[in-house]
């Protein structure tokens, strides 16, 4: 078991072999090596007359076992690129001027804390207009192209308690103490944190001393959004008294650019984000829903006028939560995006609340695992500019034009990707026990042949108001290549298929939602593609509390790897990143003030049940389902004699447990090994 742990963070440990002995020639299989090579594309940015798309390229560098942002150009007529920023450093947040001779973007090419560029389309020529202390985000330009806002936090001195003895000069003192009195005293990815709020700012094109624009102990986040004049800015941001007890309250705000007078355009509670001028400069459109405090809103589209007057939804008729509002160059409609039965669309809304759908092929929000996501730009003519993804190949820049399909304007993956055999997805037709409608996709191995039946690991995804897709995902084509058939399932509680749906799970969960995952493995078995005596599970997140809970109701898997989950409910409430989300919206009451229920979800209240041999794989630097929780069902398995072995993965948050290629192959490699452990054993029954 010993020898398990520490194979897990090599990446030779794996059936097929890393260090084995020369092959006859490259391998058609889908390798943990091939995570180094992989390329895929987000946050494509249309030029305003929709003859190019700046979008970040992120590459697998095997030399620093990271994905490396660029920035690239393509032409939407000739699909030729060239690379705009990628050289040293990492390159984001592209962003084109209103006459489209500019494009603006983040960068560490010089070195140091990441600065704001802006390129000269014409000459070629990139200037550095910013020497800042921390990263700027949220950049947006004026009307006139004249000054660029942005956000960035800035740190202040917070609370302190006392003072240390004086150091004398030369001396090596332990590190000074931490004092923190926040009430989301840290968060994942981020860590601990370090007093200070986000302000936004304003600097010249053309370079020069920024100007801070807000100020106080509040934050102020972005989108920023400009009125057509430039004379003011829109933003979101919780400015309540109480802002960090009612941390999910924030409202639209305007902001004189000329005097800093900040006045506050919406009031409900609940958020209210992501605002955005028309292009009249009458309207703001905006989303957020009415807080009540449930597992899952629908974020509806609203418009109100400029003074923050007669707002009214537009999209109450569509049952699906919607984001990414962008104007159409008239003024007439607002395009938004939302997924729709794990897929994710665009659509555009008229202002009488008319929807028509301009794309549904919006893809690419993850590498590692299904998930339905991606994004997208538009151009004064209409044109969209998305990331495309499929079941064979991550995210893609695509070009959207009128009613037409989606044209492909780059083949990242081809010379990859294009020679493998990959897994085949195939959606599978699932009936819940009360008779709803299940989304499942299989991927099926890439030796599979008609007829025959092969392992199943059954991979649920987090959230666990989320939605799996028939989109690339590394784990899937890892398991694949290993032999195994792969359930992708959406079961209730998943998003994507309106409030009802994912509301079935509301103070309830984990619940119902293992039937629907149980009805899935059994029609995988009935249609023949599934071994049912080979059954494995695992899922991260909100899936690696249900693996857990799967495995303390039902011994009919044969071996489980349960991912970053959270086991006591109550623990969990009190040690993750978002302090009050929990006790406010997954239960009704505090866990002190109602312990048996928390107590009766959690999948540590079922350990005694455990027969299955189970791994268990968390991120050392995990805040929202903290290493605690999984060391916890760790310590239960081996109190009661459960074959287990922990796996952790260094330097990893819960976000990132997949971001490093190494760690990722290596994470991979590890599950294959225990479930290929445990295969051929006497099966399991119910």
């Not at 929709?50 to 032409?75: C, E």
């Not at 919607?322 to 003024?331: E, F, H, I, Q, T």
């Not at 044209?407 to 008779?435: H, M, W, Y």
């Not at 290629?661 to 445990?678: G, M, N, R, T």
Request: charge should be neutral.
């Amino acid at each position: 078991m010993k020898r398990l742990i520490a194979c897990a963070l090599l990446l030779g440990c794996s059936p097929l072999p890393l260090l084995a002995a020369p092959a006859d020639g490259p391998s058609r299989l889908f390798e943990g090596r091939d995570l180094f090579s992989l390329e895929a594309a987000s946050d494509p940015q249309i030029s305003p007359d929709g003859s190019r798309i700046a979008y970040v390229r992120r590459s697998g560098d095997i030399m620093t076992d990271r994905m490396r942002p660029t920035i690239w150009l393509v032409d939407t007529k000739t699909a030729q690129q060239m690379p705009l920023a990628a050289g040293s450093g990492a390159h984001s947040q592209p962003r084109w001027s209103p006459d489209g001779k500019r494009l603006a973007y983040v960068s560490t090419a010089e070195g140091g804390a990441p600065q704001l560029f802006v390129r000269w389309m014409e000459s070629g020529e990139s200037v550095r207009i910013t020497g800042l202390p921390d990263s700027p985000s949220s950049i947006a330009w004026s009307p006139n192209g004249r000054q660029i806002a942005y956000s960035m936090f800035v740190p202040d001195d917070g609370m302190r308690l006392g003072a240390p003895p004086a150091k004398p000069e030369g001396a090596k003192w332990a590190d000074p103490l931490e004092v923190h009195n926040a009430v989301n005293y840290r968060s994942d990815s981020e860590g601990y944190s370090k007093p200070g709020f986000i302000h936004l700012f304003l600097v010249s094109a053309d370079g020069g001393a920024p100007r801070q624009l807000t100020f106080g102990a509040r934050n102020h986040d972005g989108p920023i959004s400009w009125s057509p004049d430039g004379a003011t800015l829109l933003f979101s941001g919780n400015r309540r008294d109480d802002w960090e007890r009612e941390p999910f309250d924030s409202e639209i705000y305007s902001l004189s650019v000329t005097n800093g007078a900040i006045r506050a355009l919406t009031d409900r509670r609940g958020p209210d984000q992501e605002p955005k001028w028309s292009p009249d400069g009458r309207l703001i459109a905006f989303v957020g829903y009415d807080d009540q405090r449930l597992n899952y809103h629908n974020a509806r589209l609203t418009v109100m006028n400029a003074d923050g007057s007669n707002p009214r939804i537009l999209t109450g008729s569509l049952d699906r939560s919607v984001d990414s509002p962008n104007w159409a160059a008239d003024g007439r409609s607002i395009y938004v995006s939302y997924e729709d039965h794990g897929r994710t669309n665009v659509a555009r809304v008229e202002l009488d609340g008319s929807i028509r759908t301009v794309t549904d092929d919006l893809g690419g929000g993850s590498l590692d695992r299904p998930y339905a996501g991606g994004s997208y730009s538009v151009a004064k003519n209409g044109s969209l500019a998305i990331t495309a993804g499929g079941p064979d190949r991550p995210a893609e820049v695509a070009l959207v034009r009128g009613s037409g399909e989606p044209a492909k304007l780059t083949r990242l993956n081809q010379e990859l990707l294009g020679s493998k055999t990959l897994g085949e997805v195939r959606k599978i037709p699932v009936t819940a026990f009360d008779g709803r409608p299940i989304d499942a996709w299989l991927t099926l191995p890439p030796t599979w042949t008609e007829g025959s039946r092969v392992p199943l690991i059954l991979e649920i995804h987090g959230g666990p108001v989320a939605a799996y897709g028939p989109y690339f995902a590394t784990d899937n084509q890892l398991y694949a290549a290993a032999g195994y058939a792969v359930l992708s399932v959406n079961p209730r509680g998943s998003s994507s298929y309106g409030a009802e749906f994912a509301q079935l799970i509301h103070h309830a969960y984990p619940s119902r939602d293992y039937d629907d995952l149980m009805s899935a493995v059994d029609a995988a078995i009935a249609q023949g593609f599934v071994d049912p005596d080979k059954l494995f599970v695992t899922g991260g997140s909100g899936g690696g509390v249900l693996t857990s809970w799967i495995v303390g109701k039902t011994n009919r898997f044969k071996a489980a790897a349960t991912q970053k989950p959270v086991i006591n409910w109550s623990s969990e409430a009190l040690t993750m990143d978002n302090t009050l989300f929990t006790s406010r919206y997954w239960f009704a009451k505090k866990p002190w003030e109602d312990p048996e229920t928390y107590w009766k979800y959690s999948p540590l209240s079922l350990v005694g049940n455990v027969k299955t041999p189970t791994l268990v794989v968390v991120g050392s630097e995990d805040y929202r389902t903290p290493a605690s929780e999984a060391e916890q069902y760790y310590a239960a398995l081996q109190i009661q004699g459960v074959p287990t072995a922990l796996v952790k993965v260094p330097g990893a948050s819960h976000g990132g447990i997949a971001a490093r290629p190494s760690q990722a192959a290596a994470k991979a490699a590890a599950i294959i090994a225990w479930f290929e452990k445990y295969k051929n054993g006497a099966p399991a029954r119910p």
